[in-house]
């Protein structure tokens, strides 16, 4: 495996946790209109798109469908999908063109991986280059993946110290 550059791993890691900057022009379309400013942005609504790995054995979706299914009666206007990186769909192209089509022009995704990698600090910025290419009107932002969350990795602690306990080691 490649070694990773120490610093575009920390530009990935920022625009990781931080999105566009705040102070970056508005995003223009094709035709050169304005993009839609702020307000008709949150009227739009938003889509928060749970972003898996993807895997050939179509088990493997299980855990993440059931995840959206629980979470989608809750998110009240925000839409919620699950889109995956690569051998299955739906794409995060595919979101992406569905959201447009649905009028919601922002996309806050939710890595659910474990720590930063190659897919964090590479593909992942890789695949958002290439949903805003022919949609430069979404607003495109990407959350820290799920394993940074403190949270998390304190469920995994208890899950093996329980396992420990339980003689099944």
Known sequence: MPELDPVAFRAAESLLRNGR????????????RPAIDGASRAAQ???LVLLAHGSKDPRWRVPFERIVDAVQGQSGKTKVRLAYMEFIQPTLMDVARECVE????????LPLFLSIGTHLATDIP???????????QLEVEVLAPVGE?????????????ERLNDGQL
């Open 21 to 32: 900057p705040k102070d970056a022009e508005p995003l223009r379309s094709s035709d050169s």
């Open 149 to 161: 969350d403190p949270r998390l990795a304190g469920l995994i602690q208890q899950m093996v110290i």
């Open 45 to 47: 609504g938003v889509c």
């Open 102 to 109: 649905q009028q919601i022009l922002r996309l806050k995704i």
């Open 126 to 136: 890789e695949q958002v280059n290439e949903v805003r290419a022919p949609f430069p």
